[in-house]
Nanobody, 124 residues
Framework: QVQLVESGGGLVRPGGSLRLSCAASGFTLDYYAIGWFRQAPGKEREGVSC????????YYADSVKGRFTISRDNSKDTVYLQMNTVKPEDTAVYYC?????????????????WGQGTQVTVSS
């Protein structure tokens, strides 16, 4: 059974840092990409950052470039999102997700399997 379990969300002050973790299990085949999406109240879900499992190439949304860093630990089947200099507009539910095949649309265009999500709230 495929599982993506996120952890690390919470309340953080503007300018602070937070690290999200996602443990993946149950995949019988290699997946193409893994990463993070987010959805804020009243907004559409967006791809935040994703990483290729074949060459570690990465994607970052313009809004998080220079502030967020994605990384993965193959030995633990875990992906991380280091969030620095967070802003109130980063407040959202963050979802870990995997994309199984490269359909040419990009690392973070969509996903096939999703975690339950973890809330990140940036507020003073």
């Amino acid at each position: 059974q495929v599982q993506l379990v996120e952890s690390g969300g919470g309340l953080v002050r503007p300018g602070g840092s937070l690290r999200l973790s996602c443990a993946a299990s149950g995949f019988t085949l290699d997946y193409y990409a893994i990463g993070w999406f987010r959805q804020a109240p009243g907004k559409e879900r967006e791809g935040v950052s994703c990483i290729s499992t074949s060459d570690d190439s990465t994607y970052y949304a313009d809004s998080v470039k220079g502030r967020f860093t994605i990384s993965r630990d193959n030995s633990k089947d875990t992906v991380y999102l280091q969030m620095n200099t967070v802003k109130p507009e980063d407040t959202a539910v963050y979802y870990c997700a995997t994309k199984i095949f490269d359909d040419g649309s990009g690392l973070c265009s969509d996903a096939d399997f999703w975690g339950q999500g973890t809330q990140v709230t940036v507020s003073s």
